[in-house]
């Protein structure tokens, strides 16, 4: 098993900028790929970036367009999502996500989450 808890969240005006922290425990996190994703009301959970255990593979949605940043500390079993010049359209529950077996852009493949963090953008 692994927990992950994401913190990093809150209310931040459009043009600025959140960084998220998904900190995990149990399981060796390093051995696994860690993936952001984000729920806004009334949507389906839609992918955001996903980094593999060992750094080689990194992957955005197209809608993050250069403006977040996926990276991960594995001395510290913790991710981060650095969110620039956000946009209303980013508000969501933004959620960590964790797997093995190269984990692709669907929520299904995907073994652990996170509870989630909220992210809202005000105009």
């Known amino acids: 098993q692994v927990q992950l808890v994401e913190s990093g969240g809150g209310l931040v005006q459009a043009g600025g900028s959140v960084r998220l922290s998904c900190r995990a425990s149990g399981r060796t996190f390093s051995r696994y790929a860690m993936g952001w994703f984000r729920q806004a009301p009334g949507k389906e959970r839609e992918f955001v970036a996903s980094?593999?255990?060992?750094?080689?593979?990194?992957y955005y949605a197209d809608f993050v367009k250069g403006r977040f940043t996926i990276s991960r500390d594995n001395a510290k079993n913790t991710g981060y999502l650095q969110m620039n010049s956000l946009e209303p359209e980013d508000t969501a529950v933004y959620y960590c996500?964790?797997?093995?077996?190269?984990?692709?852009?669907?929520?299904?493949?995907?073994?652990?989450w996170g509870q989630g963090t909220q992210v809202t953008v005000s105009s």
């Open positions: 980094i593999s255990w060992n750094f080689g593979n990194i």
């Open positions: 996500a964790a797997g093995s077996s190269f984990p692709g852009t669907a929520v299904t493949s995907w073994d652990y």
